[in-house]
């Protein structure tokens, strides 16, 4: 996470589940990566939601970081950009033990869930960080004000 006009914000994240026959996935914006041995992410999940039985179901999930070229993403797996034929249309999955993957996202958190609190609306759901993928990730996605924004490179 970075400061924005001294608030903090983070990446746009597509988060993954199921198969990559039957994939699931959902934009989240609450979302917490805690260092540690091994690290841990804290996100929020919608009650009902397709991701959430699958996460509860499988324990598993794929966390990706989704840069500044892939905004449509973003916007398709969050509900506001309709995709005819589903969210996953024209997107490359493959099958990982975690769950399916988007190939044009090589910024990826593979995580097995720990535990989770049902609040009225959403479950904070724990994972451990089993793996991670990185690449150079010079410009991530961030949403902001309900705007994309991005960063600035300090002199």
């Known amino acids: 996470m970075r400061q924005f006009r001294g608030r903090l914000v983070a ?3 597509v988060v993954t589940a ?3 026959e039957q994939p699931v996935g959902l934009t989240i914006s609450s979302l917490m990566v805690a ?3 091994p690290g841990t992410v ?3 999940v919608g009650n009902g939601t397709d991701l959430w039985e699958e996460v509860e179901s ?3 999930f794929v966390v990706h970081v989704v840069d500044d070229t892939m905004r449509d993403h973003g916007d398709a797996f969050a509900g ?3 995709r005819p034929g589903g969210v996953f249309t024209d997107v490359e999955v493959e099958d990982t033990e975690w769950g399916p993957v988007m190939a044009d996202a090589p910024n990826r958190l593979f995580c097995s869930l720990v535990s989770n609190r049902p609040l009225p609306f959403h479950h904070l759901v724990e994972a451990n960080i089993d ?3 990185l690449s ?3 410009n991530p996605a961030i949403y902001y004000r309900g705007t994309y924004r991005r960063l600035k490179e300090r002199n």
Do not use: I, N, Y
């Open 35 to 37: 260092e540690g041995d």
């Open 136 to 138: 150079d990730l010079a």
């Open 42 to 44: 804290f996100m929020l």
């Open 11 to 13: 990446p746009v994240t």
């Open 131 to 133: 793996q991670v993928e």
């Open 80 to 82: 506001f950009r309709p």
């Open 58 to 60: 499988s324990g598993k």
């Open 18 to 20: 199921g198969t990559a």
